[in-house]
């Protein structure tokens, strides 16, 4: 098992930047793909990007592909969320997840650890 922890959100204006870090306990994080989703008030959770364990394959939302970027640094335990070109309708909590697998995933059922999550407000 792993526990994750968020870190990094905040508020920004439209157009700015944000990092968000996840990092995970454990001494088998690189077994893990992970993933990050989103979820604005009311609304459902939703895929925004996958990195398998390997870092060699990634996967993006059509409503992030070119402005987000995932990473990861097995030896920090810690995936990375970098955020540019901002738009207020990327606010919303955003979670990360852990799945013991070899693929990537952009479903929430194909994840069995989630962080507590971070808020990224984005203002116009």
């Known amino acids: 098992q792993v526990q994750l922890v968020e870190s990094g959100g905040g508020v920004v204006q439209a157009g700015g930047s944000l990092r968000l870090s996840c990092a995970a306990s454990?001494?088998?994080?690189?077994?893990?793909?992970m993933g990050w989703f989103r979820q604005a008030p009311g609304k459902g959770r939703e895929f925004v990007s996958t990195?398998?364990?390997?870092?060699?394959?990634?996967y993006y939302a059509d409503s992030v592909k070119g402005r987000f970027t995932i990473s990861r640094d097995n030896a920090k335990n810690t995936v990375y969320l970098q955020m540019n070109s901002l738009k207020p309708e990327d606010t919303a909590v955003y979670y990360c997840?852990?799945?013991?697998?070899?693929?990537?995933?952009?479903?929430?059922?194909?994840?069995?650890?989630w962080g507590q999550g971070t808020q990224v407000t984005v203002s116009s």
């Open positions: 997840a852990a799945v013991v697998g070899s693929y990537i995933y952009t479903r929430e059922a194909s994840y069995d650890y």
């Open positions: 454990g001494r088998t994080f690189s077994s893990y793909s």
């Open positions: 990195i398998a364990k390997s870092d060699r394959t990634t």
